[in-house]
């Protein structure tokens, strides 16, 4: 594509239409003459090329005249509809005149509207043939059966297809639409009403290029347009533009308004030679339209076109009401679900679980086959979805676009994401919910594919063609109408107002819930890290002045041995050894409990150091305080490196493995086995196996608790510190320590560490 924007000559630009200022052309329809009026003195400033000749009254003397020398018969008519309050938009029909004298008089509906500081006058001929037999008198039977109706139709359907009957019969066209928008304002015929004259066109669809954005501007302004010979002449507004301003006359709110080339030869190629539209506004909105037509030129009267305005607008009222009541009910319905959904969030420690053990609700709060939860945690597939990975790959692609409101919704990923095309029967629609402010957790629905095949009026890849002779910015339309079908892949069925609202609010509720959370451990934080404080410092206390009364005990007790041992019983001095070992086991404990104490006051200070190296020298280290006779087979794994505080650490890795020569020594050989598994979630795992006496799972959450031993003292000495250390030494560096085992099968002590550059 040329980035100037320049076409090649001969080529047609179909956007041309677009920008056709159809509401300037400068131009009537034939069956009526308009006079344009400055005020305060209704003076005629522009008029149309038809203006009648009338007795008296020249049609080439109105230019400059006033409206009181040149139609008096309408003077005060409009004198009295500027006096009033008139209409935000559209002419207002202000009475029927009859101008000229004897057998030349002509009745005229006339028109009025604003335009900028101009008066807009609109003399419409009445056609007297059908005149009588569409007055009000004669339209009330049907208006009244019609209202009726309306209340005893049970769908929209049903709805459409009373109002294209009933405007077919008002109107006496051959034909008439109903015609309704979709969201890329393509239309489709969606009721019909007609006499066999012309061919049928229900639940075909139009391109949105049949009618263009400008023109259905003109439609929500002007709500009802007849074009009764699509063979007409264009009769020019005289002069062209206004003398006070130098502007075209501004013909949106016209009634006579032309309409452009491309659409009377677009009427030309459907075989209708007189056409009248009526909008549908549901909420000021255009909804669809009303369109009719007639093989043969026709003329429907202004009280016809009226009354088809009135049924229109009845029939916009009960439908804008039907379509709220079915929104309200669907909203009722998915806040229900919604509400069930907070009380289970509300239940769980973790309200992600809420969700998650009730996928039944999450579908069914918008309507999804399938649902995903990715947190930092993981991700937790329901229902029907991509794989994990493929999923994956979609949370990535979401955390990076521009999320509006933190959500995100189409019914055609496939088209914003490449990759979904490989599984669009599972997820061709997407709505995600953001649910946290800090990090990238979603909650994904999705929606499969849904193959439709559409019936289109002719082919809507070819909308206009370009006209060799009239050059580049000349159209025509499409000359073919015939069904022509397509088959719409890649899509799902669209998400619904109220399905995005039900998500927009759980999403709002999640980040209540996590802001409340949140402020809830905040405080608790500061209160356990006030606590801990407390016990820290009285742990130091205790410790530190328990030392030396320790310490005095051992002494004494060895001075009493080595002095007075001579004085003293067997019994006696086997109560001072007693005393003596105590007092030592004491100290030690005393030591271990300062030691942990300070183990929450010490800083880190993490470095980048190989594992193997750091196991190696604390291997080196226990052997020392192991008996020559013993067998032990150590194993050692590729540990890589890690990040980490080494002081620490090796303090963690003497532990696990003084514990693991400790509880294997009444095995004949002892098999300790030091590794490394697959890293996962960004954490590096160690583990630490022994073929020992192993434990009773069901006490492992005693297992790293200060003093709490799962053996007896007499089996295996210790202090019941020396797990309690290891775990919180590696929550310290933002780990996570667990442990199996079985009783006589050995133990597996775990630890992971966060993974960082250099640690790998």
């Not at 047609?12 to 677009?18: G, K, M």
């Not at 012309?198 to 075909?204: A, E, N, Q, R, T």
């Not at 909203?331 to 969030?345: E, H, N, P, T, V």
């Not at 020559?628 to 963690?652: C, E, H, K, N, T």
């Amino acid at each position: 594509m040329d980035g100037s924007g320049a076409r090649p000559p001969g080529a047609a630009d179909l956007t041309a239409c677009d920008r056709e200022p159809i509401h300037l052309l400068g131009t009537l329809q034939p069956h009526g003459f308009l006079l344009a009026l400055s005020e305060p003195d209704l003076r005629i400033v522009q008029a149309s090329a038809n203006v009648p000749d009338l007795p008296g009254r020249p049609a080439g003397s109105v230019h400059g005249a006033s409206l009181r020398t040149a139609f008096p018969e309408a003077e005060a008519v409009l004198a009295h509809y500027l006096s009033q309050a008139q209409p935000l938009e559209g002419a207002a029909f202000l009475t029927t005149l009859a101008l000229g004298g004897g057998e030349g008089v002509r009745s005229y509906d006339l028109a009025a509207h604003r335009v900028g500081d101009l008066v807009v006058l609109e003399f419409e001929e009445v056609a007297s043939e059908t005149a009588s037999a569409q007055s009000l008198d004669a339209l009330y039977p049907r208006l009244n059966a019609f209202v009726e109706g309306l209340h005893a139709a049970g769908s929209v359907a049903e709805l459409c297809a009373l109002l294209a009957s009933d405007i077919r019969h008002i109107t006496g066209f051959d034909r008439a639409l109903v015609y309704r928008f979709d969201r890329d304002w393509h239309g489709t015929v969606v009721a019909e009403d007609g006499n066999g004259v012309l061919p049928s066109y229900l639940d075909l669809r139009f391109p949105a290029s049949d009618i263009p954005a400008q023109a259905r501007e003109l439609y929500r302004r002007n709500r009802l347009r007849i074009i009764p010979d699509a063979g007409y002449e264009p009769v020019p507004i005289i002069p062209s533009h206004a003398p006070s301003t130098g502007a075209a006359l501004d013909l949106s709110q016209a009634v006579l308004r032309s309409v452009s080339p491309v659409h009377v030869e677009y009427m030309r190629n459907m075989g209708t030679m007189a056409s009248m539209s009526v909008s549908i506004l549901v909420d000021g909105a255009l909804w669809g339209l009303i369109s009719c037509h007639n093989k043969a030129p026709h003329r429907v009267p202004l009280q016809a076109r009226n009354a088809c305005d009135f049924l229109t607008r009845i029939f916009a009222l009960q439908l804008a009401a039907r379509e709220r009541g079915a929104l309200a009910e669907q909203r009722i319905r998915l806040g229900a679900i919604q509400a069930r959904l907070l009380a289970y969030m509300a239940e769980e420690e973790h309200f992600i679980d809420g969700l998650l053990n009730h996928p039944e609700d999450v579908l069914a709060l918008v309507d999804a086959a399938g649902a995903a939860v990715v947190t930092a945690e993981g991700c937790r597939l329901l229902g029907a979805t991509p794989a994990a990975s493929e999923v994956r790959g979609i949370h990535e692609w979401v955390s990076g676009q521009p999320v509006g409101e933190g959500l995100f919704v189409t019914d055609s990923l496939g088209e914003d994401y490449p990759a979904a095309r490989a599984f669009a029967d599972r997820a061709s629609g997407l709505l995600a919910i953001s649910i946290s402010q800090k990090y990238a957790s979603y909650v994904l629905w999705f929606r499969p594919e849904v193959v439709q095949t559409v019936s289109w009026g002719g082919n809507p890849s070819k909308p206009a063609t370009a006209d060799p002779d009239g050059g580049p910015d000349r159209l025509h339309p499409r000359k073919s109408f015939e069904t022509w079908k397509e088959t719409v892949q890649g899509r799902s069925l669209p998400w619904s107002g109220p399905e995005v609202d039900a998500a927009k609010d759980l999403r709002s509720a999640v980040l209540g819930i996590v802001l409340r959370r949140a402020e809830e451990l905040a405080a608790l934080s500061e209160e356990l890290q006030r606590s801990n404080k407390e016990l820290e410092a009285f742990s130091y206390s205790v410790s530190h002045d328990l030392r030396a009364p320790f310490r005095h005990i051992v002494g004494y007790s060895e001075l009493l041995r080595s002095r007075e041992g001579a004085n003293l019983t067997e019994t006696g001095r086997r109560y001072v050894d007693t005393i003596a070992d105590a007092a030592l086991s004491a100290g030690k404990l005393v030591d271990n409990l300062l030691n942990f104490s300070q183990m929450g006051r010490n800083s880190l200070n993490r470095v980048s150091g190989d594992m193997n190296q750091l196991v190696e020298e604390v291997r080196r280290k226990t052997l020392r305080d192991v008996p020559s006779g013993r067998a032990i087979r150590w194993q050692v794994g590729s540990l890589g490196r890690v990040y980490a505080d080494p002081v620490m650490l090796r303090l963690v890795i003497e532990n696990l493995l003084s514990n693991a020569v400790k509880y294997t020594r009444d095995r004949p050989e002892a098999l300790i086995d030091i590794g490394r598994e697959p890293d996962r979630d960004g954490e590096a795992v160690f583990y630490v196996r022994d073929n020992g006496v192993g434990f009773d799972m069901a006490y492992v959450g005693k297992l790293f608790g200060v003093f709490q031993r799962l053996h007896r003292v007499e089996d295996f000495e210790g202090t019941g510190i020396g797990l309690a250390n290891v775990r919180r030494i590696v929550e310290r560096h933002g780990g996570r320590t667990w442990a199996e085992g079985a009783l006589g099968r050995g133990a597996t002590f775990h630890f992971t560490l966060p993974l960082r550059e250099g640690a790998r």
